[in-house]
């Protein structure tokens, strides 16, 4: 139990559906991210939120839409995705320390994502 | 970009066995970090590192943050099964920096 939250853990769907994955933390952070991990490749970071407020996208393409409605909440929003969009979505949060975001995250397990 | 260099892709140890795994690159970070993910979970973090020389240990693994800022070591001592997993190094440049990540190493362990 690492504090942070994902559902759903599994999600398979379809190149038209439009789904939605969201991420809880309860560690009081206030950064919170969204990595892809695709096998044999690095953990490929998507999005950063400081505070609420979105301080990186990665050239992530717009078919990604994250949404941060406070501090402990981030949804990533999937609209019209490809099957090479398939793989595991991490969510992670991370605390600010002395206005630095330390590169010490605190992962969720995951929802691995396959889109047919 | 930058990029963190693990190998190889697999270890395969007998349980009582230490092992070490290094992490390079050809750019100088300034945090150094080592996670783990066991299988169908996030990556946990073991060990970060802050100060180029530093040795740090938590239970029985210890890190070391390569003098030169650009490598860094993991080893693990007389490993057990639960040490099955990805091991990821990461590297951050400076303050707010994103991180970059290596590839894992994935540990096998026979009893």
């Known amino acids: 139990e690492t504090g942070v939250t994902q559902t759903p853990r599994h999600l398979v769907m379809g190149m038209t559906n439009k789904k939605s994955l969201k991420c809880e933390q309860h560690l009081g952070h206030n950064a919170m991210y969204w990595y892809k991990q695709s096998a044999k490749k690095p953990l490929e970071l998507m999005f950063v939120?400081?505070?609420?407020?979105?301080?990186e996208n990665n050239s992530v393409p717009s078919r990604f839409s994250p949404e941060c409605p406070n501090s402990s909440h981030l949804f990533l929003h999937l609209h019209t995705l490809q099957p090479e969009d398939s793989a595991l979505y991490l969510c992670?949060?991370?605390?600010?320390?002395?206005?630095?975001?330390?590169?010490?995250?605190?992962f969720g397990e995951g929802s691995r994502l396959t889109v047919l | 970009g930058q990029q963190l260099n693990q190998s190889p892709q697999s270890m395969f140890i007998q349980e009582g066995e230490d092992v070490s795994m290094n992490c390079t690159s050809s750019?100088?970070?300034?945090?150094w970090l080592w996670y783990k993910q066991d299988p169908g979970e996030g990556p946990v973090l073991l060990i970060a590192l802050y100060k180029a020389g530093e040795l740090t240990s938590n239970g029985r693994l210890t890190a070391q943050f390569g003098i030169t800022r650009k490598d860094s070591f993991l080893n693990i001592s007389a490993s057990i099964p639960s040490d099955v997993g990805i091991y990821f190094c990461?590297?951050?440049?400076?303050?707010?920096?994103?991180?970059?990540f290596g590839k894992g190493i994935t540990l096998s362990v026979r009893p």
């Open positions: 990461a590297g951050q440049t400076g303050a707010n920096s994103k991180l970059t």
């Open positions: 750019s100088i970070f300034n945090t």
């Open positions: 939120y400081n505070f609420k407020e979105q301080t």
């Open positions: 992670a949060s991370s605390r600010k320390s002395g206005g630095t975001n330390t590169g010490e995250l605190f």
